[in-house]
């Protein structure tokens, strides 16, 4: 497939990188022109383990490229990932601004294209963000209708800092949140022959599991660590204890109540 990822941070330079390993072409967009050249330099943006080796071979290969050029990047590509930081506020609330410039921009590369387009959303984003903010910018900025003309899907990312390309060809799942089952074929085409259960759910339920999958990961450290305190001030060794918590995975780590 021919895809663009918009956003060359960490995400966007693993999705980049691993989809190129799986045999897809890539071009990777940033505001930043000193990202762009990294990769046009065949160098890595960001430490990653394993990403400079992949970033080199597939910009020798020529399956990588990279623009700060958005309608080109567009032209040349039949989907794109967005992938642009989404930070919190000082009032805790997520700030989407990027997110929706992107999608304008990406909404007016697509007016004058006349072939279906694709554009999925990898930025963590609170549940309702893409039908209410992401959504009515594409369409207004393309004059397309979602569904004539484009897609849309949200397709969230669960890779670990310090293990990303690892995690992205071992994924502990694969989600895809889209209103109509040929676009979410189209995203899954993308993990062909990656392991891990796909689900196909609605785009709030989507983003929602990226949501409950952080929350729990917090509660998992914060309850680690209360455990460890514990275990200190009485005298015994944390370790062991949480050890042997986890080996309980029929009602301990386990979907039951
Ligand atoms: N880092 C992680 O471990 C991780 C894991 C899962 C999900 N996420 C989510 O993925 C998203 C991206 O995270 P990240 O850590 O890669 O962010 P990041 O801040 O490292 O990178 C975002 C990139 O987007 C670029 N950008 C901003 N506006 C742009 C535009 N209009 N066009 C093109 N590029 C633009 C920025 O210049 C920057 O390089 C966030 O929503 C984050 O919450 C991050």
Sequence with gaps: MRISVFGLGYVGCVSAACLCESGHEVWGIDVDESKVKFLLDGKSPIVETEL??????????????????????????????????????????????????????????????????????????LPGTTRRELL?????????????????????????????????????????????????????DLYAGLPGAFHLTRIEEAELVKYADNVFHAIKVVFGNEVGAIAKSVGVDSHRVMDVFCTDTKLNLSPTI
Excluded: W
């Design 52 to 125: 400079p080796e992949l970033i080199a071979k597939h910009r020798a290969a020529g399956r990588l490229n990279a623009t700060t050029s958005i309608d080109k990047a567009v032209k040349a590509t039949d989907m794109a990932l967005v992938c642009v930081g989404t930070p919190s506020l000082p009032s805790g609330a997520l700030n989407t601004e990027y997110a929706r410039r992107v999608c304008e921009q990406i909404g007016a590369a697509l007016k004058n294209l006349n072939r279906d387009f694709t554009v999925v959303i990898r930025s963590t984003l």
């Design 136 to 188: 009515p910018r594409l369409e207004q900025f393309s004059g397309k209708a979602e569904g004539a003309g484009f897609h849309i899907a949200y397709n969230p990312e669960f890779l670990r800092e310090g293990t990303a390309v690892a995690d992205f060809f071992a994924p502990p799942k694969t989600v895809v949140g889209a209103e109509r089952e040929t676009t979410a074929k189209r995203v899954s």
